[in-house]
């Protein structure tokens, strides 16, 4: 990336200058490790294994490099989603599970994972592995299929897109992309023009980047605006979940143009504040909702189903069966992500 070198000459900042040039070379490590893997091939299982904790540990330090790289650059994380990317979404998991700690896993305060690389269907390019997880004093079996070949396509997309997505920031006229009066008016009156205003100025500046934060958050308040429901709790709750994400797209404005200013404070709904409440008499059950944002954690369905077994309130538990039955991942992550704010008071 002589983009990047160039941008690297002209800085003052020593530590900077380390930052960005450990971030480059780990990059490029990572660039040479995939292409080994691709230019070879093993039948010795021996070999295989250590191949596979070889280049899952290489591509989770490949996306560490990556937020270290736009942290640097930009000071926030609105020019790198990977957790948009389903594949990339699972490599920490996978990672931890196979490379990280695969033997007593610690789970919260009670959950203790296992996790075994099925050597039968093992071969250089994919891999089985099972994953025991007790909880509770109950053990479930899951069972994960692994492609390497996609995990590093996906990988090399993503550095892609961030790369030239940094590229294109660092001779940015950053006076060109205030959009604060344009989110204020969303926040005053929710609609789809009022929306578009601001998604067609983000493209008009930087392109139609979808896997930008910024435009990830205007197709959340999208969806939010096309939902509907006749129940008046579960209104409140939409009409509460779009002000966080309109003042999470000042909030990602502000830090694009590297200002600090207050933001608005949105109260909690009455089925949130109930939930709450529940939770401080109840916090046992805390631990269990930290990964219901995210459907492809391997302990979501865990988490929620224990939780729908157990939890005896009302409001929580109408909170969970709109996780459960979600026909879409947008309103997994929109409650699962308030549900993780809680913090035991």
Not at 11 to 40: A, C, F, P, R
Not at 231 to 244: G, R
Not at 261 to 268: A, D, E, F, Q, V
């Amino acid at each position: 990336m002589k983009w990047l070198e160039d941008y690297i000459k002209k800085l003052d900042n020593k530590l900077d200058i380390i930052k960005l040039g450990s971030t480059l070379k780990t990059l490029e490590q990572i660039d040479k490790v995939i292409l080994y893997h691709n230019n070879h091939s093993d039948q010795l299982e021996e070999a295989i294994i250590i191949d596979i904790f070889g280049l899952l540990q290489s591509l989770f330090v490949g996306v560490d490099a990556l937020y270290v790289l736009t942290l640097t650059l930009t000071k926030n994380k609105a020019y790198i989603n990977i957790n948009q990317n389903k594949t990339l979404n699972h490599l920490k998991h996978i990672r931890n599970d196979i490379v990280g700690h695969p033997i007593s896993r610690k789970y919260g305060d009670s959950g203790i994972g296992y996790s075994i690389i099925k050597t039968d269907s093992l071969n250089y390019d994919s891999f089985d592995y099972t994953t025991y997880l007790k909880t509770n004093g109950e053990i479930s079996k899951t069972e994960t299929s692994v492609d390497l070949s996609d995990m590093k396509e996906q990988y090399l997309k993503e550095k892609n897109i961030i790369t030239e997505r940094l590229k294109a920031y660092v001779i940015l006229d950053k006076k060109s992309i205030d959009f604060s009066d344009l989110i204020y008016a969303l926040l005053h009156d929710f609609n789809i023009d009022n929306l578009y205003k601001i998604k067609n100025k983000f493209i008009n500046n930087f392109g139609n980047i979808e896997t930008h934060r910024f435009i990830w958050r205007i197709d959340l308040i999208e969806y939010l605006l096309n939902y509907k429901t006749d129940e008046k709790e579960i209104e409140e709750l939409i009409n509460y979940l779009k002000n966080i994400q309109a003042v999470k797209l000042l909030e990602i404005n502000y830090s694009m143009l590297e200002v600090k200013k207050s933001l608005p404070k949105i109260k909690n709904p009455y089925i949130i504040k109930k939930t709450f409440e529940y939770l401080n008499e109840n916090t046992k059950y805390a631990d269990y909702i930290r990964n219901l944002h995210d459907a492809n954690n391997p302990y979501f369905k865990s988490d929620l189903n224990y939780l729908l077994k157990n939890v005896d309130n009302k409001h929580f538990i109408k909170l969970l069966e709109l996780i459960n039955n979600a026909d879409n991942p947008f309103l997994i992550y929109l409650i699962g992500s308030v549900l993780k704010k809680y913090q035991i008071r």
